[in-house]
Each structure stands twice: as C-alpha cells, then as structure tokens.
T-cell receptor, first 113, second 115 residues
Framework: DQQVKQNSPSLSVQEGRISILNCDYTNSMFDYFLWYKKYPAEGPTFLISISSIKDKNEDGRFTVFLNKSAKHLSLHIVPSQPGDSAVYFCAARVMGGAQKLVFGQGTRLTINP | DTGVSQDPRHKITKRGQNVTFRCDPISEHNRLYWYRQTLGQGPEFLTYFQNEAQLEKSRLLSDRFSAERPKGSFSTLEIQRTEQGDSAMYLC?????????????FGPGTRLTVL
C-alpha cells in the first residue's frame, strides 16, 4: 500500500512564477514530513521539513504547508528559478524505531526560461 | 568531501552472480540506512543500523540480501544470486541520533544492472 503519494509525475512552470508540488499521505504514524530534491546521478538532497504539529514552515523561497485533516502537504517555490529543475520527493518519517522515511513517487519539475 | 560516499557508483553483473556495495557514512553519524529506488518510484527502506546493530529490516530484504556494519563505521550490502528484479539504485543514508530532528543525508547511490 502506497502510504505517501505524489499524483503528478511532472510539472512545468515559467521562470519567476510559483511552483506548487503536492503530496498526500494515508498514515497518521508520521512525525515529520520532508521534501527532498534529486538531480540525475546524485542522491536525494534534503530541502525542507515540517513537524506534524505545525502547519507551515518557510525557508527562503521554499514554504511547506501541512493540512492534517486532509492528510495533504504541499511545497511552494517562489520565485521559481531554472536551477530548481529536478525531481522532488515528498517523504514522511515514521515515528519511533528506525525513524525510516517513506517516499512518494516523485514529481519532475521543469522551470522554463 | 565529508558527505556520504558509496562505492561502486555503477555495477553491471550477470544473473546469478554475487555483488557487494559499500557505504561510508558521515563520520560522526551513528545511524545508517539502506534504501532501494526503482525506475519511476521513490526510495524504499531496506534496513537500518544503529552503530553496529542491525535493528530493522524490511520485508523487501529477502534471504539473498545481507547487510553488515562492522565496528559501527562503514556498511556493506551484499546480494547473492542476483536476479533481474534486483536492478535498481541502492542508496545509503546516515543520520545522528539523539536530536529532536535527525536529517538523513543520502549518498549518490550505486546503480545495479543485472543482465
């Protein structure tokens, strides 16, 4: 069962505009939600996180919103830049034990000049 | 470079052969994870070490897979009698336990192709 889902395999946005990436989850046993960015031939790089008790976290151009009632989170990037073109993974951290990450399938973001 | 390193970066092998991958975590990190990523999917958890103890294994980790972390430093992941379904990117991550939030840092991965 896919506990974390990213329903959009790809997204194309004009440079300077806002990019919004979405993620849904089905399990309530997650204590943190994270976004990772991945370039080809590299491992995922941590971008931003949010605790399950918060509803917003902001870091520069990146903001993550968490809607617990809808079990939905989103990543906003504004303004979008060409260097933001990458695959973005939503991940949820399982509470306790290994604190392993459960990842979504990823969304390929392309920023057009 | 003080990040997570993995070796080799690419491995091509024939079905039935054994392969071994190595991961060197960030030096002070006591937690080490292995994940597997197949095409079009996100990484999936395989196993977890705290220091030298392997504390959790996924159902994805069949009997042909074995992982070790001697002395709590580097880790190896061995796949015996490889199958074409083992073709994937194998990612290692490390983190530091004991903090409220312990970010997992990922290595570049080892891409395995089984012919």
């Amino acid at each position: 069962d896919q506990q974390v889902k990213q329903n959009s395999p790809s997204l194309s946005v004009q440079e300077g505009r806002i990019s919004i990436l979405n993620c849904d989850y089905t399990n309530s046993m997650f204590d943190y939600f994270l976004w990772y960015k991945k370039y080809p031939a590299e491992g995922p790089t941590f971008l931003i996180s949010i605790s399950s008790i918060k509803d917003k976290n902001e870091d520069g151009r990146f903001t993550v919103f968490l809607n617990k009632s809808a079990k939905h989170l989103s990543l906003h990037i504004v303004p979008s830049q060409p260097g933001d073109s990458a695959v973005y993974f939503c991940a949820a951290r399982v509470m306790g034990g290994a604190q392993k990450l459960v990842f979504g399938q990823g969304t390929r973001l392309t920023i057009n000049p | 470079d003080t990040g997570v390193s993995q070796d080799p970066r690419h491995k091509i092998t024939k079905r039935g052969q054994n392969v071994t991958f190595r991961c060197d975590p960030i030096s002070e990190h006591n937690r080490l994870y292995w994940y597997r990523q197949t095409l079009g999917q996100g990484p999936e958890f395989l196993t977890y070490f705290q220091n030298e103890a392997q504390l959790e294994k996924s159902r994805l980790l069949s009997d042909r897979f074995s992982a070790e972390r001697p002395k709590g430093s580097f880790s190896t992941l061995e796949i015996q009698r490889t199958e074409q379904g083992d073709s994937a990117m194998y990612l290692c991550a490390s983190s530091l336990a004991g903090r409220a939030y312990n970010e997992q840092f990922f290595g570049p991965g080892t891409r395995l192709t089984v012919l």
